[in-house]
């Protein structure tokens, strides 16, 4: 069986400044997939790259099979690719209940309802603030609602970059253990993190990128026990 | 006090016309950040859509139901040439630096105006607007003040316009498409919006209730004049900055609060520096008043930077 997403030797550039350099990796179902590295490693311009904000300069991207390196940012979220962006971007100016409805845009069913009350089942500070501006929220309640708007879209693969940033460790630990509450729901999860701990922790697999370029893979396990990672961002000797 | 009413009347007659257009500069500002200059002959057109469509059918008509058909043909002339502009002179230029579409906006205003000047017929002077039953003709009195026939269409219409729109943004798809987008395109684009479908579609709403100013206008002044844009644009842009450009309510409190200091001025004001001469000279003086004490205007919120 072929993967659910398969990048193939990406190469993305700003202007002249290559920001990835022909990177090769690949999600299965059901998996969560760890994309590890410091700042400016090329992990956010890559998933910007598969969910169409930015076009790559050579390499491939499918998706079930299929090509999509050539599709729209608007259409990508409707063939079932959800992201949740660095930062949580949350429109501020609208309500908790405008923003999670906004996820649910590309969809054309009726059962929207029923997902925004499973949203609020996950997240239950959201509902007692369904009304309230979303700018107004903390950073942990703002990364909740930016997943909880990516999963109102129903998507068969959830990118989540950087959602632990900013976080108090209390609030880090509840939103990666709704990484994996995902994952048991049968959510694929393409996870980019500096956290690297929290990240391969719940990683089936994990690759480090340094300056846009793969230097490791291997299960989540394997990496957090490599010396590598365990030097280079576990700061252990 | 009667004087003060019929300022008043005046000044909200005024200020409908001028809430009509500003909505159209405000709309394309919020979801593209551009300054649309060339909104003005837009408006412009509209009131030449409905002169041509008057002319083309119904010569010599006045019957009242002709209206709603001007009206149409109003739209149909604003809507397509702004559509037309945003696809051809500005879609190429969405990313380039904020000058090149500015200047832009502006030879599209002028190239619009002299376009209707050489190939209108007639139009190098004012022609005549037609003139309705029900909406002109002999002036409504209400205890002494005189309210013209065109001017409660006029205000009407910016009720009606106003009224349709706030339920368009706020009940329909792509109305809760164009927030999301106002708010921030790239992760509009993330949830699946359209981002250019919606650009199209804020020219298109801003041309719709400019081609129903450009008929007020005719209706009320009884011709139209290929330069009729220019300075209604004007006031009109003054009127979205004023009510806080980007945001809809603004602008149609902006052109209320325009229209009705302009008439006041006119009015109230003694000696030389009163009466029509000085109207525009005030109507400015209000912009940077509120520019110097309010810069976000009287409706816009203070850009906060995201958490």
Redesign the interface.
Same mark, same amino acid.
């Given at each position: 069986m072929s993967a659910m997403l398969e990048v193939r030797d990406l190469v993305v550039s700003y202007g002249k400044i290559k920001a990835v350099k022909g990177i090769s990796f690949s999600v299965d179902q059901g998996e969560v997939v760890s994309l590890i590295g410091t700042n400016g490693a090329g992990k956010t311009t890559t998933l910007r790259t598969i969910?169409?904000?930015m076009r790559p300069t050579s390499g491939s991207i499918r998706f079930m099979g299929k090509r999509i390196d050539d599709v729209?940012?608007?259409?990508i979220?409707?063939l079932g690719i959800?992201?949740s962006?660095e $930062?949580r971007?949350i429109?501020?100016?609208?309500s908790v209940e405008?923003n999670l @409805?906004?996820?649910a845009?590309?969809r054309r069913d009726n059962e929207v309802g029923k997902d925004l009350k499973a949203v609020y089942e996950l997240f239950p500070i959201l509902e007692e603030r369904s009304q309230q501006p979303a $700018?107004t929220?903390s950073?942990g309640e703002?990364q909740m609602l930016a997943m909880g @708007?990516a999963m109102m879209?129903r998507p068969k693969l959830l990118m989540l970059d950087e959602p632990s940033m900013g976080l108090s460790p209390i609030m880090m630990k509840r939103i990666m253990s709704t990484v994996t509450t995902l994952q048991q729901q049968g959510t694929t999860i393409l996870l980019v993190e500096q956290n690297a701990q929290a990240a391969l922790q719940r990683a089936n697999h994990g690759y480090v990128l340094e300056v846009g370029k793969i230097v490791l893979k291997g299960s989540g396990k394997e990496l957090l026990t490599s010396d590598e990672v365990r030097k280079a961002y576990l700061g252990e000797d | 006090m009667t004087d003060l009413l019929q300022q008043l009347v005046n000044g909200l007659t005024l200020g409908s016309l001028y809430a009509l257009i500003a909505v159209g500069y405000t709309v394309v500002y919020g979801i593209v950040q551009l300054i649309n200059f060339a909104h003005g002959e837009v408006f412009m057109i509209g009131a030449f859509g409905a002169l041509a469509t008057w002319t083309l059918l119904f010569q010599g008509t006045t019957a009242l139901w002709v209206l709603p058909i001007m009206i149409l043909g109003a739209v149909v002339a604003s809507v397509t040439v702004a559509v037309v502009m945003e696809r051809i002179a500005y879609r190429p230029l969405r990313g380039a630096p904020r000058l090149a579409p500015l200047i832009t906006a502006i030879g599209i205003s002028v190239a619009l105006q002299e376009a209707v000047r050489l190939f209108y017929p007639g139009a190098k002077s004012k022609i005549p607007f037609p003139q309705i039953d029900v909406v002109t003709g002999p002036a409504l009195s209400f205890a002494g003040v005189t309210v013209q026939r065109a001017a409660v269409f006029t205000v009407g219409a910016l009720l009606m316009s106003a009224a349709l729109l706030w339920w368009f943004v706020n009940h329909t798809?792509t109305g809760?498409?164009m927030?999301?987008v106002s708010?921030?395109k790239?992760?509009?684009?993330?949830?699946?919006?359209?981002?250019d479908r919606i650009i199209v579609i804020a020219f298109a709403l801003g041309a719709f209730l400019a081609a129903i100013a450009g008929v007020a206008q005719g209706l009320l002044n009884a011709n139209v004049d290929f330069r009729m844009g220019f300075l209604a644009g004007l006031k009109a842009f003054t009127a979205a900055v004023l009510g806080g450009i980007g945001n809809i309510q603004g602008a149609v409190v902006g052109g209320l609060v325009l229209g009705v200091a302009e008439a006041l001025a006119v009015g109230f004001i003694p000696g030389q520096f009163g009466g029509s001469a000085w109207k525009d000279v005030w109507a400015f003086a209000l912009l940077i008043i509120v520019l110097v004490f309010r810069p976000q205007g009287i409706l816009g919120?203070r850009v906060?930077d995201?958490?």
């Open positions: 969910s169409g904000l729209a940012a608007h259409d979220v409707t959800a992201h962006p $930062g971007r429109f501020p100016r609208l405008q @409805r906004l996820g845009f590309a $700018g929220f950073g703002q @708007r879209s | 798809r809760h498409g927030q999301a708010e921030d790239d992760t509009a684009r993330l949830m699946g919006v359209n981002v919120a906060v995201r958490a």
